[in-house]
């Protein structure tokens, strides 16, 4: 009963570095989501995708890109990674678009 | 801009005390949810509420819906230390053609044993 999986865990990159964020989901869910979240602060938006072959932008998008796999996997991608985007983030899930989101543990970022 | 806010963004209260936090949208909304986030941790859906004026209830817990679906509450009575996280509230508001979802920025809670 894995819910959301996010992989890695913890990360410090090095400034300009790139790397990719993965989820997968195994509830069959049409909508997954990437936010971040930063000390002291809510959930910042970055991508959302309403199925496979799909996404839109969010509140916070510039620096990232997303690809939605196939129907369980949204992936992040960090392409050239800035001290600014040091943050947790996390990936969620739901069957639709207004229904209630799973959330994975989350990946711990650090960008130095 | 944000349209949806919650108040208190903190609230440190004693073990036993009642705790309420309160979530505001500019628009009405067709549906509200409520997340824990324990420190550390990630949200955890707690419940969704519909229909104009819901009560709901889970043990200690009370969530309302206004009226106008434009507000909701989270009331929990003689709180715990196991209470302690942030609670966020997300109201899903009507776009041209789908329904996109909010989150407050959350209520910090805090309870002194």
């Known amino acids: 009963n894995a819910g959301v999986t996010q992989t890695p865990k913890f990360q410090v990159l090095k400034t300009g570095q790139s790397m990719t964020l993965q989820c997968a989901q195994d509830m069959n869910h049409n909508s997954m989501y990437w936010y971040r979240q930063d000390p002291g602060m809510g959930l910042r938006l970055i991508y959302y995708s309403a199925s496979e072959g799909t996404t839109d932008k969010g509140e916070v998008p510039n620096g990232y890109n997303v690809s939605r796999l196939n129907k369980r996997e949204f992936s992040l991608r960090l392409e050239s990674a800035a001290p600014s985007q040091t943050s947790v983030y996390f990936c969620?899930?739901?069957?639709?678009?207004?229904?209630?989101?799973?959330f994975g543990d989350g990946t711990r970022l650090s960008i130095l | 801009g944000q349209q949806v806010m919650q108040i208190p963004q903190y609230q440190h209260v004693q073990e036993g005390e009642d705790f309420t936090t309160y979530c505001n949208s500019s628009t009405t909304l067709s549906n509200i949810q409520w997340y824990k986030q324990r420190p550390g941790g990630h949200p955890v859906f707690l419940i969704q509420?519909?229909?104009?004026?819901e009560v709901k209830k889970q043990k200690r817990l009370t969530f309302q819906f206004g009226e106008a679906k434009k507000n909701s509450s989270l009331h929990i009575t003689a709180t715990q230390t196991t209470d302690v996280g942030t609670y966020f509230c997300a109201g899903a508001r009507r776009e041209t053609s789908y329904d996109k979802v909010i989150f407050g920025p959350g209520t910090s809670l805090s309870v002194i044993p």
């Open positions: 509420l519909v229909k104009s004026g």
């Open positions: 969620a899930s739901s069957s639709s678009r207004n229904q209630p989101q799973h």
